[in-house]
């Protein structure tokens, strides 16, 4: 059963455009939320992340804005580079007391930003 | 540059046999996380020390074991090796819980 779900594999962006990457998750006691980017050969290198007492958190280019209603979140990046191309996931947590954290992980989607 | 060190970069080994997979988590991170990621089932979560104790299991294999020392290091053993468990192991750390985990590089295991 994948709590966190990008339905995306692959999204293709002109360069300067915006970039929408799109997750959903199931689990309701979710609420901390992280997009992570990923280039090959490399680890996740954490990009932004939002608590779920807030809709929306702004980082220079990069915007996270979450629904709970709708138990959705997604990231615009504005303008799209082409150094922005990597997967990108979306990771989920919940807090289980004390310093308990773990991290449940999207599949993934492969954006590519055209020159 | 996250500042998380897993070694060695690249594993290969044969089925039965047992191996060690080290973590140094950022300086000033309490806790460490161990990851796994293969093909068919993207990044899962294994399991989180804190301070040298075990905080949360997910899906780890009874073959597999780890611990965080008290200088903050963490080893992740796996035995009994199989070809299944060739995968990519990620480690990540952070300073508490809410604030985001930071990865390692990765060790590349390869079962043969």
């Known amino acids: 059963d994948q709590q966190v779900k990008q339905n995306s594999p692959s999204l293709s962006v002109q360069e300067g455009r915006i970039s929408i990457l799109n997750c959903d998750y199931t689990?309701?006691?979710?609420?901390?939320f992280l997009w992570y980017k990923k280039y090959p050969a490399e680890g996740p290198t954490f990009l932004i992340s939002i608590s779920s007492i807030k809709d929306k958190n702004e980082d220079g280019r990069f915007t996270v804005f979450l629904n709970k209603s709708a138990k959705h979140l997604s990231l615009h990046i504005v303008p799209s580079q082409p150094g922005d191309s990597a997967v990108y996931f979306c990771a989920a947590s919940e807090g289980r007391g004390g310093s308990a954290r773990q991290l449940t992980f999207g599949s993934g989607t492969q954006l590519t930003v055209l020159p | 540059d996250s500042g998380v060190t897993q070694t060695p970069k690249h594993l290969i080994t044969a089925t039965g046999q047992r191996v060690t997979l080290r973590c140094s988590p950022r300086?000033?991170?309490?806790?460490v996380y161990w990851y796994q990621q293969s093909l068919d089932q993207g990044l899962q979560f294994l399991i989180q020390?804190?301070?040298?104790?075990?905080?949360a299991k997910g899906n780890i294999l009874e073959r597999f074991s780890a611990q965080q020392f008290p200088d903050l290091h963490s080893e992740l053993n796996l035995s009994s090796l199989e070809l299944g468990d060739s995968a990519l192991y990620f480690c990540a750390s952070s300073v508490d819980q809410g604030q985001p985990q930071h990865f390692g590089d990765g060790t590349r295991l390869s079962i043969l």
């Open positions: 689990n309701s006691m979710f609420d901390y």
């Open positions: 300086s000033g991170d309490l806790s």
């Open positions: 020390y804190y301070n040298g104790e075990e905080r």
